[in-house]
Structures are given as structure tokens and as C-alpha cells.
């Protein structure tokens, strides 16, 4: 019968970080056979803000190396599978999920800092050619929409 729960006195009134304990007979009571169990619950708002209010800093995620733009469903498909891609070469590729604009997107990857972007659609997937821009220097080059090239010019920084 036992039950826990991590009260922060530094977030608030509702100060609850994290609770659980025994779930014996959960499972019977929807159904199931008699099984135990134990479980709990988080708030990961709320443990960020327990680590913050106790002084402990978060450091900043690493800009990511490529941030691939999708113009259409075509680029999104071919760009989620470039990312997979990239990643298993060894690079941090971000793709957009959200359903935003390329103008939109393109102000994202500057907010995320990605050195490099691309803006793939079905004519980058039909002619398997697409263009990095280098976000520092604004210098272009369109190369093969291949990971492997698209991971050497990334390399060379253009």
C-alpha cells in the first residue's frame, strides 16, 4: 500500500513534482486478472521548474547542422527520410513538423541557429538535386540530394 509523492516548495502552491505508489488490483478492477503494479506520474513542467528554482541551469540545445525546409508533402516525406539519414551519418538535421510555411520555417532555423538550410519540394525530389545556404555567409550551392554529398558540402562549409 504504498504510495510517494516530491513536493517542491520553490514552484508554487501546487509544489507536487512527481507521485505514485502500489497499483494492486487496477488492472482486475478494469477487467484483467489480478496483477500487481506500480506506477507514477510527472510533471515535466513543473521538475523544469523545481531544477530552476534551486539553481540549476539548463544549458541551451546545440544549433543543428542542417534544418530542412518542406515546400509540399513531397519535400516533407523526402526530407524526413534525409534526416533520418543525415543523423545516421552523423549530423544534427532538423525538419519541421508543425505545417508551417517555408517562410515561416526558414525563421525557425534562424531562431534555432542551424548553420546550414535547404528548402526541398517536389521539384528538388524530381530532379534529386537541392540547395544548402550557408546561414552565416548567405553563400548558395546546389548539390545532389544525396546524404552522403549533402554531408560533404555541409563538411567543407560550402
Do not use: W
Request: with cysteine; net charge negative; glycine share 16%.
Amino acid at each position: 500500500k504504498t504510495v510517494f509523492e516530491f513536493v517542491s516548495s520553490g514552484i508554487g502552491a501546487q509544489g507536487t513534482v512527481c507521485g505514485g505508489g502500489r497499483y494492486d488490483g487496477l488492472v482486475e478492477e478494469l477487467g484483467g486478472p489480478p496483477t500487481p503494479g506500480v506506477g507514477f506520474g510527472c510533471g515535466i513542467e513543473r521538475l523544469i521548474a523545481a531544477s530552476q528554482s534551486s539553481g540549476h541551469a539548463f544549458l541551451p540545445a546545440p544549433a543543428p547542422d542542417l534544418f530542412l525546409a518542406a515546400a509540399d508533402e513531397a519535400g516533407l516525406l523526402c526530407a524526413a527520410k534525409t534526416a533520418g539519414e543525415l543523423r545516421a551519418l552523423g549530423l544534427s538535421c532538423e525538419v519541421d513538423l508543425c505545417d508551417r510555411g517555408v517562410r515561416a520555417q526558414m525563421k525557425h532555423a534562424g531562431r534555432l541557429g542551424a548553420r546550414f538550410t535547404a528548402v526541398l519540394g517536389e521539384s528538388e525530389v524530381e530532379s534529386a538535386r537541392v540547395t544548402l545556404k550557408n546561414m552565416a555567409t548567405g553563400e548558395q550551392l546546389e548539390t545532389a540530394l544525396t546524404p552522403e554529398q549533402i554531408k560533404r558540402k555541409i563538411g567543407d562549409g560550402i
